[in-house]
């Protein structure tokens, strides 16, 4: 986020798109949306020690085994269905469903209709929250990394784009890059802090988590944050500042 967003803004900080290969492309079609009264039912505790054992898979036999372990689970019934619901979303952010492997690795077309839509939603979202930071100081740590490695191309960039005319100076592009070249900066040398925010009123997140067919693919959503600018920048004490929030952190702010 920039400087001169308006005070309410809103952004999607982990929108995750899950595009399937077309042999998966048929998971969860014809299946209903509306949530199942089973998939709320507790696993039995002999099934639980199944799925529960986190770790990554290696070798299709051991996802396929998982797979059908889960769809004989009512926890599942919904994700059976192509439906995400707070059940397995829990078991999903506590990490207490073994790591499914990623498309590139897996092709599920030879399961059933009910195990593809599981997979589909599960490892979906594995995939975003395993995005999200773990704590304040990881999510300090994330933002610090990204601003030092693509910030110098992208300022480059910028200044070749106004030198040339292709991005024109009355468009305030000094500015922008002015503004970068002091991001960049004060992340280099260490000047960037991270404050957790409880007030919903400065920073709000929505832990969304949704995993659905569009009948193209596969596509997710994590989070998304409304945050009130003036009253950040009046709190830090400085106009430079970032909100965001995520499931193991809580809202935040970083300021520079």
């Avoid at 999200?132 to 300090?140: E, I, T």
Wanted: proline share 5%.
């Amino acid at each position: 986020m920039r400087i001169g967003y308006p005070a309410s803004h809103q952004s999607d900080l982990a929108a995750l798109q899950l595009l399937r290969a077309a042999s998966s492309a048929k998971a969860g079609r014809g299946g209903s949306n509306a949530p199942s009264s089973t998939g709320f039912t507790a696993p039995t505790s002999s099934s639980l020690q199944t799925y529960s054992a986190s770790g990554t898979l290696t070798g299709s036999s051991g996802t396929v085994a998982l797979l059908k372990t889960m769809a004989a689970s009512g926890t599942f019934a919904n994700a059976a269905r192509g439906v995400v619901d707070d059940q397995v979303r829990a078991l999903v952010r506590d990490g207490k469903i073994a790591q499914l492997p990623p498309p590139k690795d897996f092709d599920p077309s030879g399961l059933s209709e009910a195990e593809q839509n599981i997979y589909h939603v599960v490892e979906g979202l594995q995939s975003l929250y395993d995005a999200q930071p773990k704590s304040l100081d990881d999510a300090l740590a994330s933002h610090v990394k990204v601003v030092v490695d693509s910030y110098p191309e992208m300022i480059a960039r910028m200044k070749d784009g106004l030198a040339s005319g292709t991005l024109p100076e009355s468009d305030g592009w000094k500015e922008v890059i002015a503004k970068s070249e002091a991001e960049l900066e004060a992340a280099q040398q260490g000047r960037m802090k991270i404050t957790g925010i409880d007030d919903p009123n400065l920073v709000h997140t929505t832990n969304e988590f949704t995993v659905a067919f569009d009948g193209i693919g596969w596509s997710g959503r994590g989070t998304s944050t409304k945050a009130n600018i003036p009253a950040l920048q009046q709190l830090t004490g400085t106009t430079n500042v970032l909100p965001g929030g995520g499931p193991y952190t809580g809202s935040y702010v970083i300021s520079w």
